[in-house]
C-alpha cells in the first residue's frame, strides 16, 4: 500500500497516544469524513499505538492517503523494531481490526508494520491538489499542546545533530579518500617523471655529438624534471603526513659528517651561492638520515630561492641546553613577524613573494613535521632586507 | 659474451627504458610485464642481473626477490629492487636485494651499481 504521508509523530511514550488520536482525528476532519467516522478510525489507531508504546518507545505513526484514484482511503502505518512477546494476536489488535474494514500486520526485515485503512466516498472528491493541500496544512499547523511543542523542538534539534554528525564523517571519508588519491596520482605521475629524466641524462652524455646550443637547453630540461619531481614527491609526503603513514628509520648520527656531506652536495645544486659551514665538534642525534637531509635541502632551498645571488649562506650548529641546534642563515630578503608564524602551516603562502616567487606552500610543512617528529622544533628569526635565520633543534644523543 | 639482465617493471615507459639504456652498456636485456611471465622466463635462462619493481600488477616484488634467493638455481643473483614510494627504506628489512634505488633515480649511479656486480 503507497501511502502519501500527511502527519508522522513518533511513540514514545503515553502523551504521543494523545497527540496520535488528535492528529487523526484533525486529518479524518480535514479530509471531510463524518464525525462518527473520524472517531471510529482515531480509536483504532491510537489503540495500536497504546500497545505499541507498551513495549517499545520506537514505533513510528504516519498517517496519511493511500490507495490509487477514484478508490483512496484515508491510512495510517505503525512501523516498529519486530518484538518477539508481540503477535498479531493480541487482544487489543483484534479490537482495533473490528474498528476499521482494513487492517494489516506484517513482518519484513526486522520490522514490524501494522496498517489501518478506511476508504473515502468519491463524493469527498479526493485528488492529488487535495492531498497536496493537506500536506502544507499539516505541515504549518501549530501543535496542538505544550508538550507537542517541546517534542517538535526535540525532533528539529536531534535531526539537526545527525546531520551535522553525517557530514562530519562524510567529510572524513572524503579527506581520507583525497589523500589516497593524491598518494596514488602522485606515484603514477612520477614513473613518467623516471623515464623523461632518465633519457635527459643520456642526452646529457650525448651532448658533444650534437650542435652546442643543445647543450644548455638539456641542463634546462633536467633542472625543470627535477623540479617537477621533488613537488611529486612533495604532494606523496603531504599525504602521508595527513594519512598518518610517514614512517622513519631511525639511526644514531654524526651530525659533522652529515653536515659536510650535504653541504657538499647542496653547494653543488646552488653554485650561485657562498654556502659556508662552520663546525663545531662532532654530535650525535637520533634520525632518519633521509628525511634529515631533505630539512636540509628544503631549508637551504628556501634560503637560496629569497636571496639574492653571489649572497652567503651559513650553516652552523651549537649546543645548547642538551640539544642540538642548526643554525641555517641568509642575507636574503627576510619578511615580517606575521609571516613568520605563518610560514609552517599547510600551503601558506606570503602574499608578497606568491607572485614573484613560485611554489605550492608544502616545504615548510613537511620540514616542519619532520622536525617535530624527530623531537625536536623549528623556527627561524628575520629582519627585512637584512636575512633570516631558520633555526632546527633535535635532541642529543648522549653516550 | 654480454652479461645477461631481466628487467621485471610493469610500465612499458619505464621496460623500454631499461631496454635501450641497458643495450647502449653492451648488455642483453629481456623486460617481463608481470611476475607470472618473469618466473615463466627465469625458468628457462639465468641471467646475470635482476632489475625489479616493487609494486606489480600481479604480486609484489620483495616477495619474488625472497623466492629468487630462495631457489638454490637462482640464489647467487644479484638483484636491484627499485620502487617510487619514499617508504623505500622500510623494504630493505623485507628483502634479500642487493640494492635498493629509488625512483626516479640518477642513470650514472645506476650504471655504476649494475657495473659493480657484473661490469
Given at each position: 500500500m503507497s501511502m502519501k504521508d500527511v502527519v508522522s509523530i513518533t511513540l514514545e511514550n503515553e502523551m504521543d497516544l494523545i497527540l496520535a488520536h488528535k492528529r487523526t482525528m484533525k486529518v479524518a476532519e480535514k479530509i471531510g469524513l463524518t464525525t462518527a467516522t473520524q472517531t471510529v478510525f482515531a480509536t483504532a489507531v491510537s489503540e495500536v499505538a497504546r500497545i505499541v508504546i507498551e513495549h517499545t518507545h520506537l514505533g513510528v505513526l504516519k498517517v496519511g492517503i493511500g490507495g490509487e484514484n477514484p478508490r483512496y482511503s484515508l491510512s495510517a502505518s505503525i512501523v516498529f523494531e519486530s518484538i518477539t512477546d508481540l503477535s498479531r494476536n493480541h487482544e487489543g489488535f483484534f479490537y482495533a481490526q473490528k474498528l476499521v474494514p482494513e487492517f494489516s500486520f506484517n513482518i519484513a526485515q526486522g520490522k514490524c508494520i501494522i496498517e489501518l485503512a478506511t476508504g473515502l466516498p468519491r463524493s469527498?472528491?479526493?485528488?492529488?491538489?487535495?492531498?497536496?493541500?493537506?500536506?502544507?496544512?499539516?505541515?504549518?499547523?501549530?501543535?496542538?499542546?505544550?508538550?507537542?511543542?517541546?517534542?517538535?523542538?526535540?525532533?528539529?534539534?536531534?535531526?539537526?545533530?545527525?546531520?551535522?554528525?553525517?557530514?562530519?564523517?562524510?567529510?572524513?571519508?572524503?579527506?581520507?579518500?583525497?589523500?589516497?588519491?593524491?598518494?596514488?596520482?602522485?606515484?603514477?605521475?612520477?614513473?613518467?617523471?623516471?623515464?623523461?629524466?632518465?633519457?635527459?641524462?643520456?642526452?646529457?652524455?650525448?651532448?658533444?655529438?650534437?650542435?652546442?646550443?643543445?647543450?644548455?637547453?638539456?641542463?634546462?630540461?633536467?633542472?625543470?624534471?627535477?623540479?617537477?619531481?621533488?613537488?611529486?614527491?612533495?604532494?606523496?609526503?603531504?599525504?602521508?603526513?595527513?594519512?598518518?603513514?610517514?614512517?622513519?628509520?631511525?639511526?644514531?648520527?654524526?651530525?659533522?659528517?652529515?653536515?659536510?656531506?650535504?653541504?657538499?652536495?647542496?653547494?653543488?645544486?646552488?653554485?650561485?651561492?657562498?654556502?659556508?659551514?662552520?663546525?663545531?665538534?662532532?654530535?650525535?642525534?637520533?634520525?632518519?638520515?633521509?628525511?634529515?637531509?631533505?630539512?636540509?635541502?628544503?631549508?637551504?632551498?628556501?634560503?637560496?630561492?629569497?636571496?639574492?645571488?653571489?649572497?652567503?649562506?651559513?650553516?652552523?650548529?651549537?649546543?645548547?641546553?642538551?640539544?642540538?641546534?642548526?643554525?641555517?642563515?641568509?642575507?636574503?630578503?627576510?619578511?615580517?613577524?606575521?609571516?613568520?608564524?605563518?610560514?609552517?602551516?599547510?600551503?601558506?603562502?606570503?602574499?608578497?613573494?606568491?607572485?614573484?616567487?613560485?611554489?605550492?606552500?608544502?616545504?615548510?610543512?613537511?620540514?616542519?613535521?619532520?622536525?617535530?617528529?624527530?623531537?625536536?622544533?623549528?623556527?627561524?628569526?628575520?629582519?627585512?632586507?637584512?636575512?633570516?635565520?631558520?633555526?632546527?633543534?633535535?635532541?642529543?644523543?648522549?653516550? | 659474451m654480454k652479461k645477461h639482465v631481466f628487467v621485471l617493471e610493469d610500465d612499458d615507459g619505464l621496460r623500454e627504458l631499461f631496454t635501450l639504456l641497458l643495450e647502449a652498456e653492451s648488455f642483453k636485456v629481456d623486460t617481463f610485464p608481470t611476475v607470472e611471465s618473469f618466473r615463466i622466463g627465469l625458468a628457462q635462462q639465468q641471467p646475470d642481473l635482476i632489475i625489479m619493481d616493487v609494486m606489480l600488477p600481479d604480486g609484489n616484488g620483495l616477495e619474488v626477490s625472497i623466492a629468487i634467493r630462495a631457489d638454490q638455481r637462482t640464489s647467487g643473483i644479484p638483484i636491484i629492487m627499485m620502487s617510487a614510494h619514499r617508504n623505500f627504506n622500510q623494504d630493505k628489512g623485507n628483502s634479500p636485494a642487493e640494492e635498493f634505488i629509488a625512483k626516479p633515480f640518477d642513470v650514472d649511479y645506476l650504471l655504476e651499481r649494475i657495473n659493480h656486480y657484473i661490469g
Open positions: 469527498l472528491k479526493v485528488d492529488q491538489t487535495k492531498i497536496r493541500s493537506l500536506q502544507d496544512f499539516f505541515k504549518s499547523e501549530p501543535p496542538i499542546n505544550a508538550y507537542e511543542e517541546i517534542k517538535n523542538r526535540n525532533n528539529y534539534l536531534s535531526k539537526v545533530t545527525n546531520e551535522q554528525e553525517m557530514e562530519i564523517r562524510q567529510e572524513k571519508l572524503i579527506n581520507e579518500k583525497k589523500s589516497e588519491f593524491i598518494s596514488i596520482a602522485s606515484h603514477e605521475i612520477k614513473t613518467p617523471i623516471t623515464v623523461i629524466k632518465a633519457y635527459t641524462q643520456m642526452l646529457q652524455k650525448l651532448k658533444f655529438k650534437c650542435d652546442p646550443k643543445v647543450i644548455p637547453i638539456l641542463d634546462k630540461l633536467d633542472q625543470q624534471t627535477t623540479k617537477l619531481s621533488t613537488l611529486v614527491q612533495q604532494l606523496m609526503d603531504v599525504s602521508q603526513i595527513e594519512n598518518g603513514s610517514l614512517v622513519y628509520s631511525m639511526k644514531k648520527l654524526n651530525i659533522h659528517e652529515f653536515l659536510t656531506d650535504v653541504v657538499a652536495m647542496l653547494s653543488h645544486v646552488h653554485s650561485n651561492y657562498h654556502i659556508k659551514l662552520e663546525l663545531a665538534e662532532p654530535h650525535f642525534v637520533h634520525a632518519d638520515r633521509l628525511r634529515l637531509e631533505q630539512v636540509l635541502t628544503n631549508l637551504l632551498g628556501n634560503a637560496a630561492k629569497y636571496s639574492p645571488i653571489d649572497t652567503q649562506i651559513t650553516v652552523s650548529y651549537q649546543v645548547m641546553d642538551h640539544e642540538l641546534v642548526i643554525a641555517i642563515k641568509d642575507q636574503g630578503q627576510g619578511m615580517e613577524k606575521d609571516s613568520l608564524e605563518a610560514i609552517f602551516q599547510k600551503f601558506y603562502r606570503n602574499a608578497e613573494v606568491e607572485a614573484t616567487h613560485p611554489g605550492l606552500g608544502m616545504g615548510l610543512y613537511i620540514t616542519s613535521k619532520i622536525v617535530v617528529d624527530h623531537g625536536g622544533k623549528i623556527w627561524a628569526e628575520s629582519q627585512r632586507n637584512i636575512g633570516s635565520i631558520f633555526y632546527v633543534s633535535l635532541p642529543l644523543v648522549v653516550d | -
